[in-house]
């Protein structure tokens, strides 16, 4: 199977060309088959690849497969080879690209099934998992570079799909500008590392990597700047602000792209480059703060929200700060396990937001819901798995893979676990408020909107269940030892962090102190849905209509988002736009082409002048002869 590795990405991009060339000759039927058959193959490839990894890890070995493709330039000493690594972090991301795109793309054949752009939709669906399969396959910095510019474009693309809309063209926008900030940091850090290393290959980086003293000053400048491209593409303070507005996108490109896979992509680089960011402590130190802070922002923003996708939006945010606090306190393992378990439930939750807004009409506001339950019982029944499973309630996937990363927090810093308790209880509350403000009470809807509900077809459903079960079952390939599992994951990853448990001391809790965290933790995750229960069912508070002010301070601070947009409207955006009017304005037309155009006019007039003087007059030029004559008379008369 390993020699085949590069048919991997290879089948996605097949079907962009396929599907983008020939879209408007080809019936719907057939890019359906086309847009989810190459990425079917590719999950189908996908499992062979990590079979293979599996048995070399059950043999003893650490599972990799190199793969060398081509080589791209040679520059004196230094050569670039594009090629592929396949090793226990990248075979299961394959499976989380692959399997969760390939359920999304079948969901997108109902989704999108009357939209105009039903071609051009696919066709940049398969650009995107080519890109993001690029990213995650690459064994050097250069061809992860690569496809982590890929998947900022295709976002782009399928943020502003809708581009009639100026809204969504301006949200999508803002996502690519805010992503290039990040993308320069990764740009900076490559020259570094081949400044320090001379090559961009994990293999050669890594091993050389750990040779440095802990607190090297390479080291801190080199995950310093990765940091920040992290900070970009995973939507982290103060780059967070364009995923909210990228739920402007059609909701089945929220669920692949914000929640599964391009969100992602910050903490796998990290988890990738462990052994550099493990000898920064200062670095660590940054992302476990940087971590912390947007889940608890991201958290409290989303518990006002009305908007079913942005409250989700805001949720995404939330957790993957969580997964950067897993990265912080040393936790890669546990970091990358949420990433497991948060692409099943996140695509779950936006599938099912999306399977209720179809049913609604393209109604996104929760207030003009309620009671859907009776109306969509696939739906509700799928996201109330997924409800549970992102508060962290047992036995569901996010309950392991939320309180591993809570236990590493509480033996990096008890104040970390504190924050990151509160922020927990929050998502229960507001995940919990999102499911009875949609499926419960009366219905507040239009009676257009009353009879037109129906359940979603089978494209859509199908896809739902099969995410809910993963959802419940997730959790089980790592149960901790407390809860007498065997922490499968953390053995079968053992072989990417080996370098940095050579480092670091190893993780140790006592049992007694893991089962009141886990206790402590779920019990509250308990408490807050009964206190939405109590708040939004049994007295029936409905947000207003306004949505404002009566509420408190506290309230409008977190209805408002902060006015985190406001202040970087008033500190970046206005700022720019006056510079660049000026610029505009007084530098280039009054100033620049001032010069150019002054330049031009002078000799046009002057030309002009000059003119005048062939006149064509015989006695006029035999008086200028005569002039001239005398004039050169005179010169040397007075030069002798």
């Not at 097949?14 to 193959?41: A, E, H, N, Q, Y």
């Not at 703060?289 to 608890?296: E, P």
Request: proline residues 3%; glycine residues 10%; neutral net charge.
């Amino acid at each position: 199977m390993k020699e085949f590795i590069w048919m991997l990405p290879l089948l996605p991009l097949l079907g962009f060309l396929m599907i983008g060339l020939l879209r408007k000759s080809t019936p719907r039927p057939l890019i359906s088959i086309i847009g989810c058959g190459t990425i079917l193959i590719s999950f189908l490839l996908s499992c062979g690849l990590f079979k293979e990894v599996y048995d070399a890890r059950q043999a003893g070995g650490d599972g990799v497969i190199f793969q060398e493709v081509f080589n791209w330039f040679t520059a004196g000493s230094f050569s670039l080879n594009i090629s592929f690594l396949v090793d226990p972090l990248s075979s299961i991301m394959l499976l989380i690209i692959t399997g969760v795109g390939f359920l999304i793309h079948l969901y997108s054949v109902g989704y999108m099934a009357n939209d105009e752009g039903f071609g051009k939709y696919f066709s940049y669906l398969n650009l995107f998992i080519f890109f993001m399969l690029l990213l995650v396959l690459g064994s050097n910095y250069l061809v992860m570079f690569i496809g982590w510019e890929g998947v900022g474009l295709c976002s782009y693309l399928l943020i502003g799909f809708w581009f009639k809309n100026s809204n969504y063209a301006k949200a999508a926008k803002k996502a690519f500008v805010m992503n290039r900030i990040g993308d320069l940091g990764f740009l900076i850090a490559m020259f570094f590392i081949l400044a320090n290393f001379g090559s961009l290959e994990f293999q050669q980086i890594f091993p050389a990597a750990g040779q440095l003293a802990m607190g090297d000053t390479s080291l801190l400048i080199i995950t310093l700047l990765l940091f920040v491209a992290a900070t970009g593409k995973s939507a982290q303070i103060p780059l967070f602000t364009w995923l909210p507005d990228a739920m402007a996108g059609p909701t089945p490109v929220s669920a692949l792209i914000h929640a599964a896979t391009m969100v992602t992509a910050g903490i796998y680089m990290i988890a990738r480059s462990n052994i550099m960011f493990t000898l920064s402590p200062v670095t660590m130190e940054v992302i476990a703060i940087i971590g912390v802070a947007t889940a608890l922002v991201a958290a409290f923003i989303a518990i006002t929200q009305n908007d079913i996708k942005k409250v989700l939006a805001y949720s995404t945010v939330s957790q993957l700060g969580y997964m950067f606090l897993g990265l912080g306190v040393g936790a890669f393992t546990g970091a990358f396990f949420h990433v497991l378990t948060h692409a099943f439930f996140k695509a779950l939750l936006f599938l099912g937001a999306g399977s209720v807004i179809h049913a609604m009409s393209e109604e996104q506001d929760m207030r003009k819901m309620g009671g859907l339950k009776k109306y969509l019982p696939i739906t509700y029944a799928t996201m109330l798995i997924g409800t549970i499973a992102i508060s962290g309630i047992p036995p569901l996937s996010g309950f392991f893979s939320k309180d591993e990363i809570l236990a590493h927090a509480f033996v990096a810093s008890p104040i970390f676990w504190a924050l990151g308790f509160i922020g927990a209880l929050c998502t229960a509350f507001y995940m919990f408020r999102l499911l009875y403000l949609t499926f419960f009470g009366k219905f507040r809807g239009t009676e257009n909107q009353k009879h037109h509900l129906h359940e979603s077809p089978s494209s859509m459903t199908i896809p739902l269940i099969v995410l809910a079960i993963l959802s419940v079952l997730g959790g089980l390939i790592n149960i901790p030892e407390a809860l007498f599992g065997g922490a499968w994951l953390a053995n079968f990853l053992s072989p990417v962090f080996a370098q940095t448990n050579q480092v670091v001391e190893p993780f140790h809790l006592s049992h007694s102190t893991e089962f009141v965290l886990m206790g402590a933790s779920a019990l509250g995750a308990i408490i807050m849905a009964f206190v939405a229960y109590n708040k939004y069912i049994k007295k029936s508070d409905i947000p207003g209509a306004d949505g404002s002010a009566e509420q408190g301070g506290l309230y409008n601070l977190s209805y408002h988002k902060m006015y985190i947009d406001q202040l970087y409207d008033s500190l970046f955006v206005r700022p720019l736009n006056g510079l660049s009017k000026f610029l505009h304005t007084v530098v280039d037309k009054t100033g620049i082409d001032g010069l150019v155009n002054g330049i031009g006019e002078l000799f046009v007039s002057s030309g002009k002048g000059i003119r005048q003087i062939q006149s064509g007059n015989v006695g006029f030029y035999i008086f200028m002869m005569v002039i001239g004559v005398i004039a050169f008379m005179l010169y040397g008369l007075f030069t002798i």
